[in-house]
């Protein structure tokens, strides 16, 4: 343990928005009393004390890494969150603006200046700046375009040709290439000679003399091999690539599956024109996996948590809307058996169970399609489908009678009749099937359309199986009981 780790644990992320909450209430509190001072030197004393909280703030925040700032930004109100922006270090601005979300991103850049904005996205990469350029004012992305020189500007121009969801908008263009006529020797000579290696660097790719990727060289060979070597006796002529109008959540997967750090991106006659890293792919998944919890909810976009009420009204209503539609229909298949429910009292208080269990059923099934799905097990030309339907309505008919026959025993116990009971188990089988049937089918017709499989799935889930719940148990009770 070094001396450092012995002297000061290592905090949380939670224990340093504490600290900043706290600095900023002390902030606060401090300025309120000193307002309410009379006297002739309260002005003085109330600047000095200002200065002297506002530069405790800063030390604080310069002493956070990025990525640790841009969590603290997001998890602060609107108020507090501008009020630390504001203390920043202008040179931190680019970096903590990447690092953030997208509607948390929105409201500091609507907060900054146009030159502020362009002195910020002037210290980034090309990939970085294609990121960002979306979201800047068009005369702020004219502006700095013309400020790049023309690699830089031609790499820009590359990356914002891609779809967000492809290869070539997500690879950076900074990386280490070599010949493969060299010694190890002399590559180690040529590094050593680099001010500093690209982020992520484990391995150096290899090219001819018009740029076409012959292989990678990892660091790892680099280091463990004879000098004396030449390149093209210890590469990897091998390499995992990608191009760059390829799926980047494919990319995503390839990275997880082969443990990748760094990868070459070619075009379509092999020439290296760029590489993806595990930083952006981590980011990719992280942003997929947030969508798809989003989608399934109903929710249209990423929503900043201390948003105004109105713009969250906007992200929230349109599922909300299909879920009054859905739910007034369930409440109408109750309305056709009010004659049944007046005469037996107990399917009142039943019936939100077998529609209650066959939500939670169809979830669980939805959920898991979904994220086979996303890992590219599932799809809708491969086969499986009925494969599938099969094995959840084996799941799903097993569940309904153990669970279902608990339920019965149960409602038996309390009613004292074995009619009811039988009924209830055969409503919860029932329903559970139709969970398992519309699990399996609702993401592969979304899929099948051309929609995320996700999307509103749940809400969609949960009307089937209230209306269907209701509509199979009152009509068991209404043929059997009544």
Known sequence: ???????????????????????????????????RQEGHHQDRVEGLVHRQNLAELQRKLDDLHSADVAYILEALPLEDRLAIWQLVKADRDGDILLEVSD???????????????????????????????????????HELMETLDAQQRERVRSALSYEEEQVGALMDFEMVTIREDVSLEVVLRYLRRLKELPGHTDKLFVVDYDGVLKGVLSIKRLLV????????????????????????????????????????????????????TIDEMVDLIREESESEVLNMAGLREEE?????????????????????VTAFMASRVIGLFEGSIEKLVALAALMPIVAGIGGNSGNQTITMIVRAMALDQVSTGNGNT?????????????????????????????????????????AMT????????????????????????????????????????????LGLASIFLL
Do not use: C
Request: aromatic share 6%; net charge negative; proline share 3%.
């Open 103 to 141: 509607a948390v991103r929105e409201t500091l850049l609507a907060d900054m200046e146009d030159h502020e904005i362009l002195a910020a996205a002037k210290e980034m990469d090309a990939d970085e700046l294609a990121d960002l350029a979306s979201e800047l004012p068009r005369d702020v992305v």
């Open 225 to 276: 091999n004879d000098p004396d070597k030449q390149v093209a006796e210890v590469m990897a002529n091998d390499p995992v690539s990608f191009h760059p109008d390829e799926d980047a959540y494919d990319a995503a997967q390839a990275f997880e599956r082969y443990d990748l750090i760094s990868a070459p991106v070619v075009d379509k006659n092999g020439k290296l024109i760029g590489r993806l």
């Open 1 to 35: 343990m070094s001396e450092v780790e012995t002297k000061k644990p290592q905090e949380s992320l939670q224990d340093r928005l504490a600290q900043v909450v706290e600095l900023l209430q002390r902030h606060r509190l401090v300025e309120d009393l000193t307002h």
């Open 386 to 426: 009925s494969r599938l339907i099969r094995k959840e309505l084996g799941v799903a008919l097993i569940n309904g009678l153990v669970w279902g026959g608990v339920i019965g025993v149960v409602a038996y116990g309390l009613y004292d009749s074995w009619s009811l009971g039988v009924v209830m188990t055969a």
């Open 304 to 324: 900043d948590i201390f948003a105004s009420v109105w713009k969250s009204l906007r992200n929230r209503w349109a599922w909300l809307a299909i879920n009054l």
């Open 430 to 473: 029932l329903n559970l099937l139709l969970a398992a049937l519309m699990g399996v089918l609702i993401p592969m017709t979304l899929m099948r359309v051309g929609r995320d499989p996700a999307m509103g799935a749940s809400v969609m889930i949960t009307a089937v199986t209230d209306s269907g719940g209701f509509f199979i148990f």
